[in-house]
């Protein structure tokens, strides 16, 4: 199990350690039952289609970890470029009533490249996130089904680019 998870590490961060990647910071909030606010940060390599973000609710203490594929990128100009994506979700929260939940994204963006080289990078992206998870109220003792049918996280954010 050990040789297994050290291959798979070695293999994704190889696509990010001998590629141009770009790593940032993002912002945004996730809109269902109402709207919270998310911080974090993003990593992409121009050798995959996958980008990884990690957002933070610091006000409910939770977290999502996010991997979603660049799935149909349409190039409108040297600089701009709009894409879709699929991915997964997992979420998870910490507290007296803790969840843990994981659920499919589709969704759509745009990035604009700024400078010579395509150094800098912005974007912005709205996806549709359902989820399916437990909840764990430990004071109550109680387990429950959590099911968010329409999530959408809205987000927007800066990439710099390293590499060759």
Not at 49 to 56: A, M, V, Y
Not at 60 to 70: C, G, H, Q
Not at 88 to 103: H, I, K, P, V
Not at 104 to 115: E, K, Q, S, T, Y
Request: hydrophobic letters at 45%; aromatic letters at 12%; glycine letters at 10%.
């Amino acid at each position: 199990m050990k040789k297994t998870l050290m291959a798979v590490i070695v293999m994704v961060s190889s696509a990010f350690l001998f590629a141009r990647t770009g790593i940032g910071i993002q912002g945004g909030a996730k809109i269902d039952m109402g709207i919270d606010h998310v911080e974090g940060m993003s990593i992409r390599s121009d050798r995959s289609p996958w980008g990884i973000s990690l957002d933070c609710n610091f006000k409910d203490k939770s977290a999502d970890l996010i991997l979603d594929d660049w799935w149909i990128v349409k190039r409108l100009s040297n600089n701009v470029n709009l894409y879709t994506i699929w991915g997964m979700s997992f979420g998870a929260r910490l507290e007296n009533t803790w969840y843990g939940e994981t659920g499919p994204r589709l969704g759509a963006g745009i990035d604009v490249f700024l400078f010579k080289g395509r150094c800098l990078e912005f974007f912005a992206q709205a996806a549709w996130n359902p989820s399916i998870g437990a909840n764990w109220d430990s004071e109550e003792d109680e387990l429950s089904l959590r099911f968010r049918p329409a999530c959408f996280p809205v987000n927007g954010g800066i990439r710099l680019w390293f590499g060759n």
